[in-house]
């Protein structure tokens, strides 16, 4: 099994995003914004105690209102239970135990999960203490009072979730195994390339969009390694997305992205790249996931001399931001260039997972300043004092300035295209977090 997940429920304005962002905000503020892509995150992977984890946060449930966006949040919520491990049901002790508590923990009780009660927003420690024993009586255990504002309380939570986890598998930490998310919008052929890797109909093939309902994974292994490929729900434009259950698939593709190693990014070559492609392949961008850009049906296109060139350039054209991805042309139909996917899905793996030394890169960084001067402004010059690589995954680099004001875009983007010239680092993004020599950091 893949790393544990767990979600937190609980009806709205309880704290949920306060207690999440706390646990996986470091982690998710160190990856800044890329130009033209941005996205709401649900999920963030976090450790405890040495054991790696996967965190949802999750609409808030009202269990008997009719409203929709609300009835919509309510079965993301039973979405987010039934792909958990363990289960944080977060309370607000200051409320008391509602009725919408009760109904919930009923809810929770019938999942037979492991759950973890918490009640939030005891920020007077001791006076809120001695409210959180009427929580007894939804009979799911002993409440966990914490303030998620001040950072209360909340080790002695992390520790019972860790107690509830499964028991840890050696595939859990088989770092061997390439797990490969094959996205895209629907009938792009997701699911016929995965059948044809696999060489039988493991997963449903039709012309209907919108058949996989389901991430779905599948396990294999040939002469090139050992991967898991992850089948998902296309995602659809907004407009479209007219039932709830599509909004779940949504979510579900999200976080397939987010438990990949690689994203294969399908492309339909009758379609070129359309608007929808452009928000899906952004996605495993921001999650700096390796990308590699399938073309699809490539069999059924009338060629002549220099189409495949010009293919390649529109749609780096119109994904600018993944100027870095490979591009290979497939027919999941007949077969055609399929085997090749392997020796790239490995190549890009590996780059993803890239370490540069300390010594080396302040090499290439110490060339690059001497060919490009960095800028100056109103007299004052950029200086770089040196730069760090503070993890993989991807490829995450801290460069110290004397000003952060005074390196500009261009300028960073020149850096990483130099970075890139000298390892390479094909098909994965590449981040740049900017701090000041004096700033504190956290790396």
Known sequence: MSKPIVAIIGKPNVGKSTFFNYLAGSRISIVQDSPGVTRDRIYADTNWRGRNFTLIDTGGIEPESEDIILSQMREQANLAIAMADVIVFLTDVRQGVTAADKEIA????????????????????????Q??????????????????????????????????????????????TIKVAVIGKPNAGKSSLINKILGENRTIVSDIAGTTRDAIDTEFENENGKYVFIDTAGIRRKSKVTESIEKFSIMRTLLAIERSDVCLMMIDAQDGVTDQDAKIAGEAHEAGKGVIIVVNKWDIIDKETGTLEKYKKEIYDKLKYLSYAPIIFVSAKTGQRVNKLFEMINKVAQQNALRVSTSILNQVINEAIAIVQPPTDKGKRLKIFYGTQSSTKPPTFVIFVNSKELFHFSYERYLVNQIRKEFGLEGTPIRVIVREKNEKQLI
């Not at 009923?106 to 203490?129: G, Q």
């Not at 860790?162 to 088989?174: L, S």
């Open 106 to 129: 009923l809810m929770l009780k019938k999942s037979r999960k492991p759950i973890v009660l918490v009640c939030n927003k005891a920020d007077n420690f001791e006076k809120d203490r």
């Open 131 to 176: 409210d959180i024993y009427e929580f007894y009586n939804l009979g799911i255990g002993e409440p966990y009072p914490i303030s998620a504002t001040n950072a209360i309380g909340i080790g002695d939570v992390l520790d019972q979730i860790y107690e509830k986890f499964p028991e840890k598998t050696e595939k859990e930490d088989n770092d061997e």
